[in-house]
């Protein structure tokens, strides 16, 4: 990952960005679903700490093939602490429960509303310009999604309480939001490549192992076929690939840019849903998903 950053400034760069893009859209499109195969006798909390922990050893074994140093300063530990806790930790709990009670695919529209709580942020936190523009597509935004979730809302005899997935669904966009400012300061702080992903993902597994451990979760593994192909799929393409390609993208063409990733997996997760969880797509659910992501777009676009 450190070799694909700092290639970003070779004319060379731009061609490779959009193939990069396009495999972060098509691998977490396709983990909402997978993780429904991780909810069952192991806890949530405990499931995201063997994903991460696995994938953050997988990569400091990577990182000492390479001869790569895994050293770093006291205060960069800080960093990639509080990161690890906001994008690999926090953030999956709430999801994992989230998706007990919301099918995979609603989850991942409401995530699409991170790109525009990442432009807050950056407004907030970095100064980057709000205009009139971006407000009227974060409002057409939150429009869409509300309009997606209604017909759930109002359904009864779901095997789930959706209002509640919502809430927690909700509560991880803020959390992953908050996740990615820190991955953009972290990235200004030379805080980037294959060693900081492996140390922020082994701080996300061990806090999420330590919330599991304070809740009381028994310590279970299933060796399920289902449980087995998901937890490779979701470490080896969710977490190490997928985040790489992600963090790469946020280094090349910035966290705004980058947020278009947002826009288009629900749009695939939806797709996939409706194969593996028998999603029922309604009128609002096409008229939510253009008005969403027409309300991404403009806040996200570059102006002419």
């Known amino acids: 990952m450190a070799r694909l950053a700092s290639r970003a400034a070779r004319p060379s760069a731009p061609v490779k960005t959009l193939p990069l893009f396009a495999g972060c859209v098509a691998i977490w499109g396709t983990t909402w679903i997978a993780i429904t195969w991780q909810l069952g006798p192991v806890a949530p909390e405990l499931s995201v700490s063997y994903r991460f922990l696995t994938a953050a050893a997988l990569i400091a074994l990577y990182c000492r093939w390479r001869g790569l140093s895994l050293r770093l300063r006291p205060s960069d530990h800080a960093a990639l602490a509080l990161l690890g806790a906001l994008m690999y930790s926090i953030g999956y709990m709430l999801v994992y429960r989230a998706e007990m009670h919301v099918i995979s695919g609603l989850l991942a529209v409401g995530y699409s509303a991170g790109p525009l709580l990442t432009m807050l942020g950056m407004r907030a936190f970095f ?3 709000m205009t009139p523009r971006m407000a009227a ?27 509640l997935g919502t809430l927690l669904a909700a509560m991880a966009v803020l959390i992953s939001a908050a996740g990615g400012l820190v991955a953009h300061r972290n990235h200004q702080r030379g805080l980037h490549g294959w060693p900081t992903m492996a140390w922020s993902m082994a701080y996300g597994g061990l806090i999420s192992l330590v919330v599991a451990l304070a809740l009381g979760r028994p310590i279970a593994f299933s060796w399920t076929p289902a449980y087995l192909l998901s937890f490779a799929y979701l470490t080896v393409f969710g977490s190490i690939l997928g985040f790489a390609g992600y963090l790469t993208l946020l280094g090349r063409i910035g966290a705004a840019r980058t947020s278009y990733i947002g826009v288009m997996v629900p749009i695939v997760a939806l797709a996939v849903s409706s194969l593996f969880e028998g999603f029922d797509w309604h009128a609002l659910t096409f008229a939510g998903i253009a008005i969403s992501v027409a309300g991404n777009v403009l806040v996200l676009r570059r102006p002419s």
């Open 127 to 129: 100064r980057h310009p």
């Open 137 to 163: 597509g974060s409002l057409l935004g939150i429009a869409g999604i509300a309009l997606v979730y209604w017909p759930e809302l109002g359904r009864g005899g779901h095997p789930g309480n959706v209002a």
